[in-house]
Every structure is written in structure tokens, then in C-alpha cells.
């Protein structure tokens, strides 16, 4: 007898089973309700990053997990408007129907343009970046494009001194150590630069655009500079701690001057033994409003010498940091960041395989499920 054959007997034994004692299919089904309503994505928005383009490998992928929210930039070549500035109306417009062709929301714009050196290190030029920014904003804003992930690491921006360092099961992760870079040439060419400076064109950005942000209603969301160290050749780093980020949303305070809480980046802040604590400063910015986009992902290690981890294999207990963002009432856009690359899986892209992805994105929705069932 075949193996299906015997499958068969086997199930059609147990059917019989059922019938037997009286037991009807609904029934049987109604033991496995559960015992509160799960609410799907704890009520926030999944998105998965494309700073490439629509790879369509990692787009159906995204559709059979329901993960229908993308992040990325505004790349004309995309659409074949190679010679349009970025930030005018219809390059955007046809950017974001791409994405809807695909079955996917342009949720978050993350690597603007028009917010380069120019503004970030107060050089000449910096106001006619500025009105470019603003431009892109009231674009974005007719467009139903709310939120807007920037960065102030000018000239040096995403750091690593290795990309490909063996973490678990021979998984390859990105890392960094100041030892690497010390002996590198300091960069000079733009003058004496200071953290002072760097905070002023900082409060000339934001006084700038923030007030035209409130008035089309897009959220700013600044990143943590990355890793969080004091300077790399020489270009300050002045957002590396907690305390940077209070101080920032009190130079324009609105309801669009707020940050991309990048778990990974805040995990590594502080030297060895120090650090800062997740979940209170999930609470404490989360409780004003200010979380306006999340990066989820986790180190091990402190700023002078961390690596990435799997999401389930870092300092971080994650748990409670998806507890806090459910607790404090954020319901934005979210995506895992940075995943080890996976068996299988090319590290052309350190930090965004697709395999690495899909782990991740299965574990933060059990997180998400388990914060939303123990919170009713």
C-alpha cells in the first residue's frame, strides 16, 4: 500500500472519529479561538525598505507576507525621468504609482532630497537646498506622503569597518570599531568644523522648514548618526545620544519636528558598560509625540565596538521595546533594518538581504501579536 494510501486510511480513520462522539467541524474549530482579538500589526504600518529600486523578488515576497508598505527615496531613473530634479511634483507622483503598481503604499520617504552638504555644514548655496526641501515637501504633501526620514551626517554618512563579519550559523553582519578608522586621513577641505557649528545650521535647517512641514502636514523624522561617535575624519557627529534628541525637538517645537527611533542606533550609543535604556526613551518620546517612524533592529557591543545582530540574538530586550511603542500609542510606519545576510542570500547589500527579512519580519509580528494579546 503507497504511503498516500496509508495517509488517507489514516485521516479518514480520525474523521470517522469525530463523527463518532457527535463532534461537528465547527465546533471543533471554536476550541481554537483565541482568547482576545488580534489586532494585525499591533495597528502600525509594516514596511519593508527598497533603496534599490522594485526588486521584484523581494516584492512578491512582500505581498504574500501582507507587508505592503515601502520605504525608499525619489530616483527618477526609476520611472525614466533621469533628468527631473527629485523633488519636483511629477517625478514623485509617477515614483509613487510605480509602487502602487506593484500593490505596495509609499509610506516614507527616507534619504530625501535636496538636504545635502551644503545645508548640514552651512556652506554657500544651503538656502536655495532649503527651498528645494521645502518644495519636496508640499509635493509630497499633495500627494498623501506624510513622513520623512533624514539624516545629519554630513559627507560621511553610514559607517562600518567590516561588512561581512561570520554572527550566527555563519550568517554575515556588518560591524565597526574605532580602531579601524583612527589611522584614516582627517577630511578638511570644508574649514574648522565643530559640534557648535554643527548644531547651529541645525537650528537654521529646522527653523526653516519645520513651520512649512506643519502647514502640509509632513512629519520630519530624524535618524541617529551612525555609529554614534563623536566625529570620523574629523566631520562632527552631534546626534549620539538621548540627550541630542530632547535638545533637538526643543529648537522648533511642532508636531512634525520629530525622529526615526532606530533601535540599533540607540543601542549602541554610550562606551563599554554604559548605554542607553530602550523602552524609557521609547517612553519618553513616544509619549510626546515625537516617534514619527521606527527602525527595528538590535547590536551587541557599544559605540567604539558593536556589530549587527539577528533580531532575536542582540542586547535589546525586544519584547518590551514593542511593548512600549504599543503602550505609548505608536501606530506608524515600521521596518526591520539591517539584517544579517543568510544562507543562500548575496551580501551585495550588507544589511538588506531578503532572507534575513523575511526572519525578521516573521519575528516582529509575533512580538507585535504577543504586545496586543497581553495588553486586552
Excluded at 2 to 27: C, E, P, Y
Excluded at 121 to 137: Q, S, V, Y
Excluded at 169 to 192: K, M, N
Excluded at 332 to 354: K, L
Aim: net charge negative; glycine share 10%; hydrophobic share 35%.
Amino acid at each position: 500500500m503507497s504511503q498516500n494510501r496509508r495517509d488517507f486510511i489514516k485521516r479518514g480513520t480520525s474523521l470517522a472519529a469525530i463523527s463518532s462522539v457527535g463532534v461537528n467541524m465547527n465546533s471543533a474549530s471554536n476550541c481554537f479561538t483565541p482568547s482576545a482579538e488580534i489586532v494585525k500589526d499591533a495597528g502600525m504600518q509594516m514596511c519593508l525598505a527598497y533603496f534599490w529600486g522594485i526588486e521584484p523578488h523581494k516584492v512578491a515576497l512582500a505581498r504574500q507576507m501582507d507587508v505592503l508598505g515601502a520605504v525608499g527615496g525619489i530616483n527618477p531613473r526609476m520611472v525614466g525621468m533621469d533628468n527631473v530634479p527629485n523633488w519636483e511634483y511629477d517625478v514623485i507622483k509617477k515614483v509613487q504609482q510605480a509602487w502602487k503598481n506593484e500593490g505596495l503604499t509609499l509610506r516614507v520617504i527616507e534619504g530625501p532630497p535636496s538636504l545635502y552638504t551644503k545645508t548640514k555644514l552651512g556652506l554657500e548655496g544651503r538656502d536655495e537646498e532649503i527651498a528645494n526641501f521645502i518644495t519636496f515637501m508640499e509635493n509630497i504633501s499633495r500627494l498623501g506622503i506624510d513622513t520623512v526620514c533624514y539624516n545629519w551626517m554630513p559627507v560621511i554618512s553610514w559607517a562600518r569597518t567590516t561588512l561581512d563579519k561570520p554572527s550566527r550559523g555563519g550568517a554575515l553582519v556588518s560591524s565597526f570599531r574605532t580602531e579601524g578608522i583612527e589611522d584614516e586621513p582627517l577630511i578638511t577641505e570644508y574649514g574648522e568644523l565643530t559640534k557648535d557649528k554643527m548644531w547651529t545650521n541645525m537650528e537654521y535647517f529646522l527653523k526653516a522648514v519645520v513651520p512649512e512641514a506643519e502647514k502640509y502636514g509632513v512629519k520630519l523624522a530624524l535618524h541617529p548618526d551612525d555609529p554614534p561617535i563623536d566625529n570620523i575624519r574629523g566631520i562632527p557627529r552631534i546626534m549620539t545620544s538621548v540627550a541630542a534628541f530632547k535638545r533637538l525637538i526643543e529648537i522648533v517645537p511642532s508636531a512634525s519636528n520629530g525622529l526615526t527611533f532606530c533601535q540599533g542606533s540607540f543601542a549602541s550609543m554610550g562606551a563599554e558598560g554604559e548605554g542607553e535604556n530602550i523602552p524609557a526613551a521609547i517612553e519618553y518620546f513616544g509619549k510626546r509625540s515625537k516617534i514619527h517612524f521606527v527602525h527595528f533592529r538590535d547590536v551587541r557591543g557599544h559605540k567604539d565596538n558593536f556589530e549587527e545582530t539577528f533580531h532575536d540574538d542582540g542586547k535589546t530586550d525586544m519584547y518590551r521595546a514593542m511593548q512600549a511603542y504599543y503602550d505609548v500609542g505608536f501606530r506608524g510606519p515600521i521596518r526591520p533594518d539591517h539584517v544579517p545576510t543568510m544562507a543562500g542570500d548575496s551580501n551585495e547589500r550588507p544589511g538588506y538581504s531578503t532572507i534575513g527579512a523575511l526572519f525578521a519580519i516573521g519575528y516582529i509580528r509575533g512580538l507585535m501579536e504577543g504586545v496586543t494579546k497581553n495588553s486586552t
